[in-house]
C-alpha cells in the first residue's frame, strides 16, 4: 500500500479512516509506505513543529509497531528517524530505494532526488542539516507559525505542464528496466516505467499493489462503511 502527498494538518484528513481501516483488518504482514509529504511540515529535533501534527505522529507511532511501515522522506517531512523509531526512515540522501516485485526491480523516491536545480540541491542539503535545525531554536516559533500560515493558504493541486517532458528527464537516472515509484508531484499518472504516485488530498487515491502491478484505488472504495 503506497500513500503520498497528504500534507497533514493543513489536508489529508483521510489518512485517518485508512489507519483504522489497516488496523481493523489485523494483518501483520501488510506493508505500508508513506512516500512523503505525509505530513505538510515536520522534522527532527523539533518539539514545537510535533504539537502541529501530534494525532497523526501518534496514530504512526502505534501502528509501527503492529506492521511493516516504510518512510520515504519528502521535502515537507525530514529529519524523522528519532520520531518514528519502528519505522524504517528512508532520508533523501537515500533515495532512490531498491526493491523488488516478483522479479522485477523497483525503484522508490519521493521525487524531489533527480532533474532538479543546484540551487534545490544545496538549499536541500542545509535545511536536513541537524546543526542548521538546531540553529533555529531560538527563532522555532515565528519562523515555524509563519511557515505552518502560508501553507494552509497554499494550494497544492494542480497540472503540471510538460509533466512527460519532466518525466523522461528523471527516468534518464533510472535503470531502464526497472519500475520508477514516486510521489512529490501530485499527478496520479503512469508513464511508461514511470508512476507518478496519487496524492491522497487532490486525487484521493492511494496504490496498492495487486497481481504485481501498481493500481490507483480511491480512498473512499477503502473506507466506505
Known amino acids: 500500500m503506497f500513500v503520498a502527498d497528504v500534507h497533514y494538518p493543513h489536508h489529508g484528513e483521510e489518512i485517518f479512516d485508512l489507519l483504522d481501516l489497516i488496523e481493523s483488518q489485523n494483518n501483520p504482514d501488510r506493508q505500508l509506505f508513506l512516500m512523503g509529504d505525509i505530513f505538510d511540515l515536520l522534522f527532527g529535533y523539533n518539539h514545537y513543529i510535533q504539537g502541529f501534527s501530534s494525532p497523526l505522529i501518534q496514530r504512526l507511532q502505534k501502528l509501527s509497531r503492529e506492521i511493516e511501515i516504510h518512510y520515504i522522506e519528502g521535502n515537507h517531512d525530514f529529519c524523522l528517524k528519532e520520531l518514528f523509531p519502528h519505522i524504517q526512515v528512508y532520508p533523501r540522501s537515500k533515495q532512490p530505494i531498491k526493491f523488488k516485485i516478483q522479479e522485477h526491480n523497483v525503484y522508490l523516491s519521493h521525487g524531489d532526488r533527480y532533474a532538479r536545480p543546484l540551487s534545490y540541491e544545496i538549499y536541500s542539503r542545509i535545511l536536513r542539516n541537524p546543526f542548521s535545525l538546531t540553529l533555529l531554536r531560538p527563532f522555532e516559533r ?9 501553507l494552509q493558504q497554499k494550494k497544492i493541486c494542480s497540472d503540471f505542464e510538460s509533466f512527460e517532458t519532466h518525466v523522461h528527464e528523471i527516468r534518464t537516472y533510472y535503470p531502464k528496466e526497472a519500475l520508477i515509484i514516486e510521489g512529490h508531484f501530485h499527478q496520479g499518472k503512469k508513464i511508461q516505467n514511470y508512476i507518478s504516485l496519487p496524492s491522497l488530498v487532490c486525487q484521493k ?21
Open 142 to 150: 515565528t519562523i515555524i507559525d509563519h511557515r505552518m500560515q502560508k
Open 205 to 225: 487515491q492511494i496504490g496498492i499493489v495487486k497481481r504485481n502491478q501498481i493500481e490507483f484505488i480511491p480512498i473512499a472504495s477503502l473506507t466506505r462503511g
